[in-house]
Structures are given as structure tokens and as C-alpha cells.
């Protein structure tokens, strides 16, 4: 916590930089700052063998190979490529895209803008369950289909999709599988060799590494994945992606992914501690609150809870000694409630009057223990005021 601030609770939206990142990446920064493309001096291997270690990390962090790592600028390239990168490259008459209404913008908008160009794309709601499922997922597959996107985790409640069973159908229909794995990576088991899966969407500052940098894993082999370049220069990325590396960031990306990996089954279990903990005190003094998401099958970090009765608006104002989201923070200039909780069922009020809270690897109980007693008051308060 920063003397001062709110009480960090929105590491859904962006972490703090671990301080072994920044160790590792100021090198880089430094004496390391040739081009990885230079082909014809020390300062350009240097950084060409940080890059090479780097990949060579991260493939190893989602159980793939290096050669299928693509560094972009962050998660929301890394989807746009997938799907438009997909959808240019897709054979005549594969026209169609499959893809649910829980999933992030960065999705949902390079789905619109496929619409824009001719494409169909077919949104899945959620199931009763309150997940994309696979059954769903395989009745919209037609013969004109090429690509399925549904993302591991939700980011809003943190709820876990049946990522491996929507693989398998993919596979056995010849669609490619895009996820958006952003929120789950570093968290959870993840592992592209655990269940068929061909695009992958990570992103290094939901991991405590920098943000700016994130990566698309595209699978190699049979049968192949082909990819049309968004951005065109000088074939970087095996012309996937071109640009000068960002390689202190690409080093900041790895770093944090192998931190993440090391620590990730005692800070799951210390971090679903704290948010149970957080849970059973709000709803302890907020008795009618409701959860938000799958009860179970969820992120260990994210506690979406929505408050009948209280304006959502004067919530967040009572808040003020918190950081927390009212939906996704990509979006959180809009005052449009969640797109996520309205297709949960949700009314738009109670969409309003919900809050994600999201704990990370600095969060202690004292913080939570906080956090909750805030929140009890903040309700408290303004039901006195409505009644
Ligand atoms: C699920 C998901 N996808 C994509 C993004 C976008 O990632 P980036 O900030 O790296 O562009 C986010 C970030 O909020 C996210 O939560």
C-alpha cells in the first residue's frame, strides 16, 4: 500500500511492478539497449540473446516453444491479431467467427470490426452456469467457421471457462481456438500442451512485470495456424509483428512470468485466503449481497459482489478509501454498466451497484480486513440514507 493512496484492490486491472522485474530489466535499459535486429555488432546479440532467453522463458511458462512466442504491445494487440489476424489469413468462403458476450473488449471490438468487413460472428450468451459452454460452442460451428475465440478467465468475476472442452470441439471441427488466457496466466494451471488449444493472449502487467508488452502464442506444426501481420515493417517476429523489440520490457515480461510460475501454488492458495476472507466479511456485515460469477470455478484473486438497494454511483463515492473497479477498467470511462453482469442476469442497476475486487501479491489481511469493514460502513450508510 502507498502511504496516502487508496487501498490497492484492482490488480485485475493493472499489478505493481515487482521489484525483482525492474532489477532484472534496468540492464537492459542501460548498457543492454542495442537492437535485437542488429546483426552486425555485440550491442545488437547482446540484446538478441536477452530476447532469445526471454522467449525461451515464456515458452517455457506455457509449455509451448520459443519460435511460438509473438511479443506485442500488450494483450489487446495480441487479440486483435488473433482474430483479424486469423480472419485475413482464413481460406475462401471460411467467413465465420465464434465468440461469447463475456468476453473482453479487445475481443469483442476486433469481432465488430470483422463484422465491418464482411465477416459473421456469432456471440454466445452463457449458459445457465453462467459460462460459454462447450455444447453452445460446438452448435454454432458451421462449415463456413474459422475461428472460435472464449477466453480462459473472465476478468470482471473471475470465473474459469471450460477452456479444454471448447479445444476439443474446435479440433474436431478443423476451427482454430483462440483464448484470451490474461487473467489466468500465472494463477492458475495453464498449459497449451493440456488441451488443444492454437492462439494464445498473454500480458506481462496483470503478472507484476511492465505494462506495453504482452505476447500472442500462434502453435506450430500440423495443422497449420495461419496469421496475416496487422502491422508491416521490417518482418520482425517472423513477420508477424514488426517493430523494433521492446527489450527491456520483453526481459520485464519473462521475469515476472517465471516469478509468477515459481510462487503461483503458495500465492494461490495465500491469495484465495484473503479474498474468502474478504467475501465472508462483507457478507457477513452485507448479508444479501450478491456473488457475482461461478462460486467455485473461479480466478483465486477476483471477488465480483453486487449490493441491492444502494446506488452504484454513491457506492463508489463511499469507496474513496479504495481501489477497486465497477467492471472492466478498460472500459471504466464509460458509464455503460458491465456488458459481462448484464449477460449474467444482472439488472443494470444492480450491474452498477457492483464492485470487483481484485487481490494480487502485495495484498495482506490487514488490507482486506480494511477493505471489508469500508465496505460494510459505505452500505450501511447509504441504506440509512435511502430508507
Ligand atoms: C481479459 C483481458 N484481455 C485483454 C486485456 C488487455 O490487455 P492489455 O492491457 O495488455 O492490452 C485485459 C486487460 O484489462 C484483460 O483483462
Excluded at 148 to 156: F, I, K, L
Excluded at 175 to 200: E, I, M, N, R, W
Aim: glycine fraction near 10%.
Amino acid at each position: 500500500m502507498v502511504r496516502g493512496l487508496p487501498i490497492y484492490l484492482d490488480y485485475a486491472a493493472t499489478t505493481p511492478l515487482d521489484p525483482r522485474v525492474l532489477e532484472a530489466m534496468l540492464p537492459a535499459l542501460t548498457g543492454d539497449f542495442g537492437n535485437a535486429a542488429s546483426r552486425s555488432h555485440a550491442y545488437g546479440w547482446r540484446a538478441e540473446a536477452l530476447v532469445k532467453d526471454a522467449r525461451e522463458t515464456l515458452a517455457r511458462a506455457l509449455g509451448g516453444e520459443a519460435r511460438e512466442i509473438v511479443f506485442t504491445s500488450g494483450a489487446t494487440e495480441s487479440d486483435n491479431l488473433a482474430l483479424l489476424g486469423a480472419a485475413h489469413a482464413a481460406g475462401p468462403g471460411k467467413t465465420h467467427v465464434v465468440t461469447s458476450q463475456l468476453e473482453h473488449s479487445a475481443v469483442l471490438d476486433s469481432a465488430r470490426q470483422l463484422e465491418r468487413e464482411g465477416f459473421r460472428v456469432t456471440t454466445l450468451p452463457p449458459g445457465a452456469d453462467g459460462v460459454p459452454g462447450a455444447a453452445s460452442v460446438a452448435e454454432a460451428i458451421g462449415a463456413e467457421t474459422f475461428l472460435v475465440s472464449v477466453m480462459t478467465a473472465n476478468n470482471e468475476t473471475g470465473t474459469l471457462n471450460p477452456v479444454a472442452e471448447i479445444g476439443r470441439v474446435c479440433r474436431e471441427r478443423n476451427v482454430l481456438f483462440h483464448t484470451d488466457a490474461v487473467q489466468a496466466f500465472g494463477k492458475v494451471p495453464f498449459d497449451v500442451g493440456s488441451f488443444p488449444v492454437d492462439l494464445v493472449s498473454i500480458s506481462a502487467h496483470k503478472v507484476c512485470g511492465p505494462k506495453g508488452i504482452g505476447a500472442l502464442w500462434v502453435r506450430s506444426g500440423a495443422p497449420r495456424v495461419r496469421l496475416a501481420p496487422l502491422i508491416h515493417g521490417g518482418g520482425h517476429e517472423r513477420g508477424l509483428r514488426s517493430g523494433t523489440l521492446n527489450v527491456p520490457a520483453i526481459v520485464g515480461f519473462a521475469t515476472a512470468a517465471r516469478l509468477a510460475l515459481e510462487s503461483r501454488v503458495e500465492e494461490s492458495r495465500r491469495v484465495a485466503f484473503l479474498r474468502d476472507r474478504l467475501q465472508a466479511a462483507i457478507l457477513e456485515a452485507v448479508p444479501d449481497a450478491l456473488l457475482n460469477g461461478h462460486p467455485a470455478e473461479r480466478l483465486p484473486g477476483t471477488l465480483n459482489l453486487a449490493f441491492p438497494g444502494v446506488d452504484g454511483d454513491q457506492l463508489f463515492l463511499e469507496l474513496s478509501g479504495l481501489a477497486v473497479s465497477p467492471g472492466a477498467a478498460c472500459s471504466s470511462d464509460s458509464l455503460e454498466p458491465s456488458h459481462v453482469l448484464l449477460a449474467l442476469g444482472r439488472s443494470p442497476a444492480l450491474a452498477r451497484a457492483s464492485i470487483r475486487f481484485s487481490l494480487g501479491r502485495f495484498t495482506t489481511a490487514t488490507e482486506v480486513d480494511a477493505a471489508a469493514a469500508q465496505v460494510a460502513a459505505a452500505v450501511r450508510k447509504l441504506r440509512v440514507v435511502s430508507r
